[in-house]
């Protein structure tokens, strides 16, 4: 053992320093996971949280461009849904209302009947 976790391991580890309030933590663990691991079945999950640790972290900005990153290049993953919908929270978060409401839309009309979709319903009803 050269003291790497296991792939599996390292996502669900961050998970739970996301979960715990580490952000800083969870997102080197993501990073190095990426980089050891960018065929992996877990990557779009992986960037996912990455984005989440940003958003977390109250760098917006940041966190918009990576779950960016995951709708173009996961699109047909579940978590390309859900990163649009972060996307829309993100804007809301900085009080741009107008900006969340596209992103929302976005979903709603790219991702039908997804739960994503179903959350950004809700959202815009607000």
């Known amino acids: 053992g050269s003291g790497t976790p296991a792939p599996d ?5 961050a998970k739970g320093l996301l979960d715990s309030g580490n952000h800083t933590g ?5 990073e190095r996971f990426l980089q050891l691991h960018p065929k992996h ?22 966190a918009v461009l990576r779950y960016q990153e995951v709708i173009d290049k996961h699109k047909m993953s579940a978590w ?13 978060a900085q009080n741009q209302m107008g900006n969340a409401r ?4 976005e979903v709603i009309r790219i991702f039908p009947g997804t739960p ?8 815009l009803k607000n």
């Open 102 to 105: 596209v992103f929302f839309n």
């Open 41 to 62: 079945k877990r990557v779009a999950e992986a960037r996912y949280r990455r984005a989440s640790a940003a958003q977390k972290s109250g760098k917006f900005q940041q």
């Open 80 to 92: 390309a849904s859900w990163a649009m919908f972060k996307q829309g929270e993100c804007f809301a």
């Open 116 to 123: 994503a979709a179903e959350a950004a319903k809700k959202r």
């Open 26 to 30: 969870a997102e080197q663990m993501l």
């Open 9 to 13: 391991k390292m996502v669900d580890g």
